[in-house]
Every structure is written in structure tokens, then in C-alpha cells.
């Protein structure tokens, strides 16, 4: 076989070897991530943002950004959704609008789990869209998907909430959007506590500049090897 032959073999094997690690990590088992810190709030705060997700009242504790995500949830997670300080809650007669997270690192997002308020109810979010971007200021983004939590129907004292658990459209990024669109009827919204099923991804920049230069590496001794074998022939023929 000849070198020209031995050359693109090796750039199928590279091309081989890429879509391998691609597909290794969509096959990622995911990880319980709680955003970094937040970037934008339009809906104001009557108590602190990170009640949302800051797992205090949660029965078990997990690492952000390393914990499995279904053998946490697998333990029976209950949130207690009584004390005051266990929720967010909107500015009063605020009900809608969007909340930015930075996630500190890019992700692909699977599912998200909520745990809503039990008590209090009517401030519950209902309806929720949630939206996912490379970039702090939305310009770009893709939806993840349409929730709705649902009314638990009774005004209760739920001192060990069940989750809910939603399926998303697996999309990546760094920032995510929670646009809430409804509540469940009070003249605030609460979001008792929240995480992702999330998998770490390289940044996509960094991922094509490595693909590209394995690229051009494979392909140079190949391009070396056309080169060589024209400049023979010219050699043969002058
Ligand atoms: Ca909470």
C-alpha cells in the first residue's frame, strides 16, 4: 500500500476517533449541577434567589458538578417546603417574567428536577419554559423546553415534598433562562428548589480548534506524500 493510501487511512482513523469522543460524551451519565451565580432577575426578590437551589431544606445533599444525577434522586430526595426561608419569592404582584443563571462552565442540559412549594401553593410556578445559550445576554439560545408543575390542589403544610422530575431537549450552552409564564393564582411566584441533570462539555470553541489541527496534523504526511510523489514524476519526465 502506498503512502498516499497509509496517510488517509490514518485521517479516517482520526475522523474515527472524534466521533467516538463525540459520542462518548452524549453517552455521559449526568451530573446534579445548580447554576453558579446569577445574571440577570427581572421578577425582583421578596427573599434571597439561591433558596431556589441552594439544597438547605433538601433531605439529602449533593456536589454540584460531580454527584451521579439518578443516584441522587434515587435515595427519595424530599424538600421541606415549610420554612420561609426554604423558597424564592418574586417582588410582590410580580408573576412572571425570567431569571438568568450562569452555569461557570458549558453543559448539556437533560432534565430538570423541581421540588415545588406544597405550602403556599398558589405562589408556585406553574408554567415555565427554560432556555439555554453560549451567551449572558440571550442573543442566541435554544429552548430546552415547556414545563408545567402542575396546581398540588391543596394548601398544605409539605414538610417532605417529592420532586418532579421533566425531560428536556438535551441542548448545550452556558447560561440558562427560567421564563416563568404562570403561577399558580397568588400575586407573587416561588420556586421552592431546582437542579439540572447536566453533563461537563469542552467549550465548543476549543473542541473544533483540537479537531481541526488532529485534522490537519493526519493530513499533512499525506499532502507531504502527494507532493513528493508529483515532484518524482517531474524528475522522471524532464
Ligand atoms: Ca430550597
Known amino acids: 500500500m502506498n503512502g498516499v493510501s497509509d496517510n488517509l487511512l490514518n485521517v479516517r482513523s482520526w475522523i474515527g476517533a472524534l466521533i467516538l469522543l463525540n459520542g462518548a460524551l452524549s453517552a455521559q451519565a449526568g ?3 445548580a ?17 431556589a437551589y441552594n439544597q438547605v431544606h433538601l433531605s439529602h445533599t449533593y456536589t454540584s458538578g460531580a454527584t451521579d444525577f439518578d443516584a441522587f ?8 417546603s415549610v420554612p420561609g426561608s426554604s423558597r424564592w419569592q418574586s417582588s410582590n404582584n410580580i408573576t412572571t417574567g425570567a431569571i438568568d443563571f450562569d452555569l461557570g462552565g458549558a453543559y448539556r442540559i437533560d432534565r430538570i428536577v423541581m421540588w415545588d412549594g406544597g405550602f403556599l401553593n398558589l405562589e408556585d410556578v406553574n408554567s415555565l419554559t427554560i432556555l439555554i445559550s453560549d451567551v449572558s445576554n440571550f442573543a442566541t439560545s435554544s429552548t430546552l423546553g415547556t414545563i408545567n408543575l402542575g396546581n398540588p390542589g391543596v394548601l398544605v403544610l409539605d414538610t417532605a415534598r417529592t420532586h418532579q422530575l421533566f425531560n428536556l431537549s ?3 450552552g452556558r447560561y440558562v433562562r427560567l421564563q ?3 403561577n399558580q393564582g397568588a400575586l407573587r411566584s416561588s420556586l421552592a428548589e431546582f437542579a439540572f441533570d447536566a453533563v461537563a462539555i469542552p467549550e465548543a470553541s476549543s473542541f473544533a480548534q483540537v479537531s481541526l489541527m488532529m485534522f490537519i496534523c493526519a493530513l499533512l504526511p499525506a499532502l507531504r506524500s502527494r507532493r513528493a510523489t508529483h515532484r518524482d514524476k517531474l524528475v522522471q519526465t524532464s
Open 73 to 80: 434522586l434515587a435515595q427519595g430526595v424530599t424538600h421541606n
Open 31 to 33: 451530573i446534579v449541577l
Open 35 to 51: 447554576p453558579s451565580s446569577v445574571v440577570a432577575n427581572n421578577m425582583g426578590n421578596t427573599t434571597q434567589l439561591d433558596r
Open 180 to 182: 416563568i409564564n404562570s
Open 170 to 172: 438535551s441542548a448545550s
